[in-house]
């Protein structure tokens, strides 16, 4: 059963236009969500998050949007640029010391 | 600046042969976990570890064990290497009590011929 999921393994954006990445949870007891992105052969960097408190939190290129009764998150990135290119995950975190649980990760491809 | 360092980026194995993958990070974290990332599926867990000579199963342990005996250190290994863990293996670590967020090592690709 997934938890968290993204719907669209890929996304193709022209630059400078904006990239809107989507996730979905399902679990209700979810306090915490978290954008990681991986270029090809390194390990993921986290790149933003929201609590379940807030709808919205901002940094530079980079928004993220949480929609809590419809159980949804967006990630904004504008302008969209090449070097965003890269597999784009979501995560989400219950209370307490318990892992991530991640969605299966967008490929963003921002074309020059 | 804070780092986890897994010990090989490349490694390729024969079917059968008794894997070991390394991971230490440098930033005291409490939490350690290792990950395997396959294209589709995204990143699934395989196993946890909260303090030194714990472990948890994740949801997909079958094949694999750790090992804890250093804060620092956790070890996957893979007593007898299949094709069908051929993968990119991603160790990562995190402060306990925080928001989870995640540092990631570079990871490994495991070849298994």
């Known amino acids: 059963d997934q938890q968290v999921k993204q719907n669209s393994p890929s996304l193709s954006v022209q630059e400078g236009r904006i990239s809107i990445l989507n996730c979905d949870y399902t679990?209700?007891?979810?306090?915490?969500f978290l954008w990681y992105k991986k270029y090809p052969a390194e390990g993921p960097t986290f790149l933003i998050s929201?609590?379940?408190?807030?709808d919205k939190n901002e940094d530079g290129r980079f928004t993220v949007f949480l929609n809590k009764s419809a159980k949804h998150l967006s990630l904004h990135i504008v302008p969209s640029q090449p070097g965003d290119s890269a597999v784009y995950f979501c995560?989400?975190?219950?209370?307490?010391?318990?892992?991530?649980?991640f969605g299966k990760g967008t490929r963003l491809s921002v074309i020059a | 600046d804070v780092k986890v360092t897994q010990s090989s980026r490349y490694l390729v194995k024969r079917t059968g042969e008794k894997v070991f993958l390394e991971c230490v990070q440098d930033?005291?974290?409490?939490?350690m976990f290792w990950y395997r990332q396959d294209p589709g599926l995204g990143l699934r867990l395989i196993y946890f570890?909260?303090?030194?000579?714990?472990?948890e199963k994740g949801d997909i342990p079958e094949g694999y064990s750790v090992s804890r005996e250093k804060k620092e250190r956790f070890s996957l290994i893979l007593e007898s290497a299949s094709t069908n863990q051929t993968s990119m293996y991603l160790c990562?670590?995190?402060?306990?009590?925080?928001?989870?967020?995640?540092?990631f090592g570079e990871g490994s690709r495991l070849t298994v011929l």
């Open positions: 990562a670590s995190s402060v306990s009590g925080s928001t989870g967020e995640l540092f």
């Open positions: 679990n209700s007891m979810f306090d915490y």
């Open positions: 570890s909260y303090d030194v000579k714990m472990k």
């Open positions: 930033m005291d974290h409490e939490n």
């Open positions: 929201i609590s379940s408190i807030k």
């Open positions: 995560a989400a975190r219950k209370l307490g010391n318990t892992p991530l649980v």
